[in-house]
């Protein structure tokens, strides 16, 4: 297949606008008559099905928790990314797209990107209206602040809850659309598959997790809003629930997967304190606004952090990249943490983190400015801890925690299947190679609030001469039928080994070999590898319970041999791509001072990997090259 993005023609400040102008309509009249189907809740989600819902279509949304107040946007915590340049300090909406695309190692379109910071001006009015409660100086004025890969205060921020008090005001404005009926909503639901008729998304499968029941759900068109798959190295700053399951499945329907290997590894999580341990907590990335990493110079260092003088402390941050510091983006800062570590410089019990020291800060500023600004997450670090961190620096390691590939879509957010679209962290479409920190919160709202509602339109304005879908179709018959004997096979094989096992011997095989750092015999290795591990899984994994209730083990279940196939397309599509860009660093290609080595000869493009048909068939490789008009590549240098 012929990838076309559909970027609209004439200036790139022009794109977007030109789109809305020509974008065709549906008569309010004729959208009571049309169906969508949003599966996810979290802020792309449920903008998204508000939005659809105020505009008079009917809405099914589908979440897998109990209440969409539990979806992970609620985790989300640094701040949300706004061009309003408030601060005067040179910010500008043509700023924010190079910071982005910049920050992505020139691995995404430049439309799509443009079309973020655009929109992003209008994301904040929005969700003040809301009454999301924004920082605020003392004069009243909303405050910002700056996150890693910039260099001026774009960031709007609650506190350290920013994703919590954003998903609040868009819960109240999907449950108002709930109350008016526009919106059915369907919590403890999961999608179990997607229905195709005659080459169109026409609904879903989905499994009632409370009672364990089948349903067919119909619609005109279906939107994948379900987030990432950042918990497939199950150590991760992800809640356990989260999981790559729909977006994959539709993937196994036909729609294309593009760069499965760019998985972000976040700089500032807890680090692991032991093999007990589920999940990681993140540490917002805004704490790097005044707290400065460092590590001991001594290799054999027993002395307590604030007991270490200044003289023996290695700022690494601040020596390699002196322009941003502690601010250096995610990947590097990820990067240069690994670095350290492995050199045998780690700190605390198992020497697997680095220092963030607010000393600096508190003697400049007071503590009450430090406890004003990130307080609830200084609480959150010593309850977690135990250690007062006002007193002595925080310990902070590297963790997985967001995935820049997700199911390939064009311009309008629709994949490769007509009329299933995806938005937020299922796409992979505005991040490239590695996502700036504060435009995760800035996605998920642009693509529900203020995009999807007009290129999904634009597909459904010739769907209501093609009548109410039917549940009835041989389509839904033969995809229920797969879901059932599914469930019913990893409930009979009855082995000796937990989920969790596996999930755990997965993770740490793509952690070891393909996570901060790759190279061509890891990779080829942990193929083969997930592929006896997937094997055995399928002979010696013990799922209890049955499927005609609630049962949390099945669950997991099906979402970890779906994370099989997900860890074998994320290692043949790091394999396949002979560079290091972003959040993909292959140790072949590196400079002689330690920083990745793009190859725009070769490597300017997206990879769009296609399901080959056939369960341990390689994947198909197809390309969506990248042409740059208005912004040339350069050195992605932080220095």
């Known amino acids: 297949m012929k990838l076309?993005?559909?970027?609209?023609?004439?200036?790139?400040?022009?794109?977007?606008?030109?789109?809305?102008?020509?974008?065709?309509?549906?008569?309010?009249?004729?959208?009571?008559?049309?169906?969508?189907?949003?599966?996810?809740?979290?802020?792309?989600?449920?903008?998204?099905?508000?939005?659809?819902?105020e505009l008079g279509y009917n809405v099914k949304a589908f979440c897998f928790q109990d209440s969409p107040r539990r979806a992970h946007s609620v985790a989300a915590q640094g701040g949300v990314n706004a061009a309003k340049n408030y601060k005067n300090d040179g910010d500008s909406v043509y700023r924010m797209f190079v910071d982005t695309l910049k920050g992505g190692d020139f691995r995404a379109r430049e439309a799509n990107v443009y079309r973020l910071a655009e929109c992003s001006v209008n994301l904040i009015d929005q969700a003040v209206a809301q009454g999301v409660p924004f920082g605020r100086e003392y004069a009243g004025y909303l405050n910002n602040r700056s996150f890693g890969g910039v260099q001026v205060s774009r960031t709007f921020y609650a506190r350290g809850q920013t994703g919590q008090q954003l998903l609040l005001g868009t819960y109240q404005a999907l449950m108002r659309q709930v109350d008016k009926g526009s919106v059915q909503l369907y919590?403890?639901?999961?999608?179990?598959d997607l229905v195709v008729i005659d080459g169109k998304a026409r609904g879903i499968i989905a499994r009632n997790l409370e009672t364990g029941e089948l349903e067919r759900h119909a619609a005109h068109t279906v939107v994948l809003a379900t987030g990432g798959f950042g918990k497939i190295y199950y150590l991760s700053t992800l809640a356990m629930g989260c999981n790559g399951s729909a977006i994959w499945r539709a993937?196994?329907?036909?729609?294309?997967?593009?760069?499965?290997?760019?998985?972000?590894?976040?700089p500032t999580s807890?680090?692991?304190?032991?093999?007990?341990?589920?999940?990681?907590?993140?540490?917002?990335?805004?704490?790097?606004?005044?707290?400065?990493?460092?590590?001991?110079?001594?290799?054999?260092?027993?002395?307590?952090?604030?007991?270490?003088p200044e003289e023996e402390r290695d700022y690494y941050l601040e020596r390699?990249?002196?322009?941003?510091?502690?601010?250096?983006?995610?990947?590097?800062?990820?990067?240069?943490?690994?670095?350290?570590?492995?050199?045998?410089?780690?700190?605390?019990?198992?020497?697997?983190?680095v220092y963030l020291d607010f000393s600096k800060a508190i003697r400049e500023?007071?503590?009450?400015?430090?406890?004003?600004?990130?307080?609830?997450?200084?609480?959150?670090?010593?309850?977690?801890?135990?250690?007062?961190?006002?007193?002595e620096p925080m310990m902070i390691s590297p963790a997985a925690h967001f995935s820049m590939g997700g199911l390939w879509v064009d311009y309008e957010l629709m994949t490769t299947i007509?009329?299933?679209?995806?938005?937020?962290?299922?796409?992979?479409?505005?991040?490239?190679?590695?996502?700036?920190?504060?435009?995760?919160?800035?996605?998920?709202?642009?693509?529900?609030?203020?995009?999807?509602?007009?290129?999904?339109?634009?597909?459904?304005s010739d769907q209501i001469k093609v009548g109410k879908i039917s549940t009835q179709d041989v389509a839904f018959e033969v995809a229920e039928k797969e879901a059932h004997e599914k469930l019913h096979h990893l409930l009979t094989i009855k082995g000796k080994y937990t989920v969790d096992y596996f999930h755990?011997?997965?993770?740490?095989?793509?952690?070891d070999y393909c996570g901060l750092a790759r190279n061509k015999e890891g990779l080829e290795f942990a193929i083969k590898e997930i592929k006896k591990l997937k094997e055995e899984f399928y002979t010696d994994v013990n799922v209890t319970g049955t499927a005609g209730a609630m049962n949390a083990e099945l669950e997991k279940a099906g979402r970890v041999a779906d994370y099989f196939e997900i860890g074998i397309l994320m290692c043949y599509d790091a394999l396949t791509r002979d560079e290091s860009c972003g959040a993909h660093f292959r140790e072949e290609y590196q400079t002689e001072e330690g920083e990745a080595q793009r190859n725009d000869e070769q490597f300017q493009f997206i990879s769009a990997w296609e399901w080959p048909g056939m369960v341990d068939s390689e994947p198909i490789l197809n390309k969506e090259d990248l042409t740059f008009e208005f912004v040339q590549p350069t050195i992605r240098s932080y220095k």
């Open 504 to 511: 755990k011997k997965l993770g740490k095989l793509l952690y």
């Open 4 to 53: 076309d993005a559909k970027i609209p023609q004439g200036p790139l400040e022009e794109k977007w606008s030109n789109y809305k102008k020509t974008a065709r309509l549906v008569n309010p009249a004729n959208r009571k008559k049309l169906d969508v189907i949003v599966v996810g809740t979290g802020l792309a989600g449920a903008s998204l099905a508000a939005s659809m819902g």
């Open 187 to 192: 919590s403890s639901h999961e999608m179990l």
């Open 270 to 308: 807890l680090p692991q304190s032991g093999d007990y341990q589920s999940k990681l907590t993140l540490m917002s990335e805004s704490l790097r606004n005044d707290g400065r990493i460092w590590v001991p110079k001594n290799l054999e260092e027993t002395r307590l952090a604030n007991d270490i």
């Open 251 to 266: 993937h196994k329907k036909g729609a294309y997967f593009a760069s499965p290997s760019w998985t972000q590894i976040h």
């Open 418 to 460: 007509p009329g299933l679209f995806a938005l937020g962290e299922a796409n992979f479409a505005d991040h490239g190679a590695n996502r700036l920190g504060a435009n995760s919160l800035l996605q998920a709202s642009v693509d529900g609030y203020f995009i999807a509602p007009y290129t999904i339109a634009n597909y459904l």
């Open 365 to 391: 500023q007071g503590q009450a400015k430090i406890a004003e600004k990130y307080g609830n997450l200084f609480n959150m670090y010593e309850k977690i801890t135990g250690i007062n961190a006002y007193k």
């Open 320 to 353: 390699r990249y002196p322009a941003f510091g502690n601010l250096a983006p995610r990947d590097i800062s990820s990067r240069a943490a690994k670095e350290r570590i492995d050199a045998g410089h780690g700190i605390g019990a198992l020497k697997n983190a």
